[in-house]
T-cell receptor
Framework: GAVVSQHPSWVICKSGTSVKIECRSL??????MFWYRQFPKQSLMLMAT?????????EQGVEKDKFLINHASLTLSTLTVTSAHPEDSSFYIC???????????????FGPGTRLLVL | GQQLNQSPQSMFIQEGEDVSMNCTSS?????WLWYKQEPGEGPVLLIA?????ELTSNGRLTAQFGITRKDSFLNISASIPSDVGIYFC???????????FGEGTQLTVNP
């Protein structure tokens, strides 16, 4: 299957600093990428949909000025957590949409996740 | 909004047993996807289903896309300890749209 990478895999930062997480589709082009947040023992919570070359669409309750998303190319989307606070500590996962087998056969592949701990 | 009801929430089985889990929806989906997630990792795609009635296998895993397009099941045959993890179903309405996830099934396999 298609491969999606995330970097870094984990990060520890001080409260008030900003953290950037990269999501890359390694062997396919993704016009749409998605950013999720996951709390322990819970399902994934969609934060925003990122379309290449346009502004991201944020889910209700997600602050766009706090979680900056940039989808500059068909293989790269970034999520920047600005002025991070301890409550932002979580597991952040991206996914990329692949039409590898053509229209009507879309699949979404997930990255390995980034564990963020804000002290 | 759309919801996917996934059951059971958790399963505790002995190695070698078969496992079945399912998802139902109040809405129609055009694509059903099944993922497995292990602790500290992202979900890994197991099976993708694109057509109502479709039955697809991947090794010991078999999944079906319900005829009504509102449900799907995943079976695991002859379970082994490495099958442990959380299994999620996900529905996709249209191309490029967001996934709707089930709540997950936590599978524990006792050797």
């Amino acid at each position: 299957g298609a491969v999606v990478s995330q970097h870094p895999s984990w990060v520890i930062c001080k409260s008030g600093t900003s953290v950037k997480i990269e999501c890359r589709s390694l062997d396919f082009q993704a016009t749409t990428m998605f950013w999720y947040r996951q709390f322990p023992k819970q399902s994934l919570m969609l934060m925003a949909t990122s379309n290449e070359g346009s502004k991201a669409t944020y889910e209700q309750g997600v602050e766009k000025d706090k979680f900056l998303i940039n989808h500059a190319s068909l293989t790269l989307s970034t999520l920047t957590v600005t002025s991070a606070h301890p409550e932002d500590s979580s597991f952040y996962i991206c996914s990329a949409s692949s039409l590898g087998e053509g229209l009507g056969r879309e699949t979404q592949y997930f990255g390995p996740g980034t564990r963020l701990l804000v002290l | 909004g759309q919801q996917l009801n996934q059951s059971p929430q958790s399963m505790f089985i002995q190695e070698g047993e078969d496992v079945s889990m399912n998802c139902t929806s109040s809405s129609i989906f055009n694509t059903w996807l099944w993922y497995k997630q292990e602790p500290g990792e992202g979900p890994v795609l197991l099976i993708a289903l694109y057509k109502a009635g479709e039955l697809t296998s991947n090794g010991r895993l078999t999944a079906q896309f319900g005829i009504t397009r509102k449900d799907s099941f995943l079976n695991i045959s002859a379970s082994i300890p490495s099958d442990v993890g959380i299994y999620f179903c996900a529905g996709l309405e249209t191309s490029g749209s967001r996934l709707t996830f089930g709540e997950g099934t936590q599978l524990t396999v006792n050797p």
